[in-house]
């Protein structure tokens, strides 16, 4: 498995930016494709962005389309999640998860590694 370690949270006025960062060990980070999911207070986790191995295919939940992208340097072991206008009700807590292989991936059930997660407070 891989290790994954998540920074770039913080508290930010709605309409506000933050760009997340999950750092990977362990084994061959090109490998595997990345999402990020985000959990908020009483509510299930959600799906919020994934990306293939190549960077090639990347896949959003419709509410964050045109605001929210997903990248990632293979040579640097790292996934971003870059947050443009952000709402307040998107504050969560916001997951990194990893999985071996490429294809449509978009449930915390397709992903086997995990992050420790980083909050992000969006404040109206």
């Known amino acids: 498995q891989v290790q994954l370690v998540e920074s770039g949270g913080g508290l930010v006025q709605a309409g506000g930016s933050l760009r997340l960062s999950c750092a990977a060990s362990?084994?061959?980070?090109?490998?595997?494709?990345m999402g990020w999911f985000r959990q908020a207070p009483g509510k299930e986790r959600e799906f919020v962005a994934s990306?293939?191995?190549?960077?090639?295919?990347?896949y959003y939940r419709d509410s964050v389309k045109g605001r929210f992208t997903i990248s990632r340097d293979n040579a640097k072991n790292t996934v971003y999640l870059q947050m443009n206008s952000l709402k307040p009700e998107e504050t969560a807590v916001y997951y990194c998860?990893?999985?071996?292989?490429?294809?449509?991936?978009?449930?915390?059930?397709?992903?086997?590694?995990w992050g420790q997660g980083t909050q992000v407070t969006v404040s109206s």
């Open positions: 362990g084994r061959t980070f090109s490998g595997y494709s």
């Open positions: 990306i293939s191995w190549s960077g090639r295919w990347t």
């Open positions: 998860a990893a999985r071996s292989g490429t294809g449509y991936y978009t449930s915390a059930s397709d992903f086997s590694s």
